[in-house]
């Protein structure tokens, strides 16, 4: 068996018969040049205008990837690949594939992702909408540096290497556009070492539209970074809307506040009841996503998580929901006896609500916890 090559150029095609010559021509290049053992692949996602043809003339290699998708394309190629580096790009003739011995240089360094960075290189002009360069890439870059504590500044650029133990070890699952967003993530929440090469984006090579669609797939993107990270779609909203809930509603207890002209009484405490009760409910959710994304594989294993699941059992979440239970009951009764003195009759809403809204929180809260101690066991169960 021949030693397998220490590079594989992956290129994902869908219809590239215009372009995708020249991006294997210029792959054949640097490979001839630099003296670098190794091979180039296609990821076919079925075209029909003859690019297999292209390619296998222009002395790549052909993978028919069937289902759809860039991610789906990209996995198939990198899966198909032989080499102990992979280097991927679009092949649309907006990068140079001649130039990727920055790439190969950092891979050998041992960094396990190597990302190109347009912005600190250079964007020819027309190679990038406005609206990618001045707020899609850097608005999506930022939150994923903020969310996952990346040290990429150019989180989409399309143009990257990395080991292929790295890539096994990323385990990645998404088919489409997110892909590229999930690779980073993956990275960086493993704790793999992280590179960046400046590079030149190139005006595209096509005479037809690009595959991408700006709103649509900028917006799988976000989606993607929001529900990869549960502490910023849930938990720390939840935490917020709880403490601002509980605020207003202590200071709310004693009677009605005046801030000015306007005066808040019990209408404004059953609204802050309500704040603690959704942002428990996103607390939960947290949790609930987490956990569930770590026990699928879509997240890494988490520490923090596993310690905090061990010191918080079933058990004692049922007993904290029993004493908010309780408590809930007790608050109810007192709110009964105040309807008893006065015969069963006509209330102060002003008075009886302020026993009542902490109450029904309460009993909430704990049939919450209950419920949600329930099922965290239930997602915890140990399955093959």
């Avoid at 076919?44 to 028919?64: F, K, M, Y």
């Avoid at 088919?175 to 980073?184: I, K, N, P, Q, R």
């Avoid at 603690?276 to 594989?297: E, M, P, R």
Wanted: hydrophobic residues 50%.
């Amino acid at each position: 068996m021949p030693m397998p090559p220490e590079l594989s150029i992956v290129m994902p095609c869908l219809d590239e018969a215009e372009t995708l010559g020249a991006c294997i021509a210029k792959a054949r290049r640097f490979l001839d040049a630099s003296g670098v053992d190794g091979e180039i692949v296609i990821a076919d996602n079925g075209s029909t205008d003859g690019s297999q043809a292209i390619a296998e003339r222009e002395g790549a290699r052909v993978v028919a990837i069937t289902d759809r998708g860039y991610g789906s394309a990209l996995q198939g190629g990198i899966a198909a690949a032989r080499g102990r580096f992979i280097v991927m790009g679009d092949a649309d003739d907006s990068y140079d594939f001649s130039a990727i011995a920055g790439f190969v240089e950092k891979l050998r360094g041992g960094a396990d992702l190597v990302m190109g960075d347009r912005f600190a290189g250079r964007v020819e002009p027309g190679a990038m909408p406005p609206l990618h360069r001045w707020l899609g890439n850097p608005v999506l870059s930022a939150i994923g540096r903020l969310f996952f504590r990346s040290p990429v500044r150019d989180f989409h650029c399309g143009l990257r290497g990395f080991s292929k133990v790295a890539y096994e070890r990323m385990g990645l699952r998404t088919t489409g556009m997110e892909f590229a967003s999930e690779m980073v993530v993956k990275a960086a929440l493993l704790g793999m070492r992280v590179d960046e090469v400046p590079i030149v984006l190139h005006r595209d090579g096509r005479s037809r539209p690009p595959h991408l669609r700006s709103w649509r797939d900028g917006w799988r993107h976000l989606r993607f970074l929001l529900l990869y990270s549960p502490r910023w779609l849930f938990l720390y909203p939840g935490l917020l809307l709880m403490l601002a809930g509980a605020a207003v509603a202590g200071w709310l207890l004693p009677g009605p506040r005046s801030v000015g002209r306007v005066t808040l009484d019990v209408q404004t405490l059953l609204y802050a009841g309500m704040a603690v009760l959704i942002g428990f409910q996103a607390v939960l959710f947290a949790v609930f996503t987490k956990v569930f994304a770590v026990n699928s594989g879509l997240l890494p294993q988490d520490r923090k998580l596993q310690s905090a699941l061990r010191t918080v059992t079933l058990e004692a979440g049922l007993i904290a929901g029993a004493l908010l239970f309780l408590f809930g009951i007790a608050g109810s009764l007192f709110a009964v006896g105040i309807w008893g003195e006065a015969r069963f009759g006509a209330l102060d809403p002003s008075q009886t609500l302020r026993a009542i809204v902490p109450s029904v929180v309460c009993l909430t809260l704990g049939c919450e916890i209950i419920l949600s101690s329930f099922f965290l066991s239930v997602l915890g169960l140990q399955r093959r």
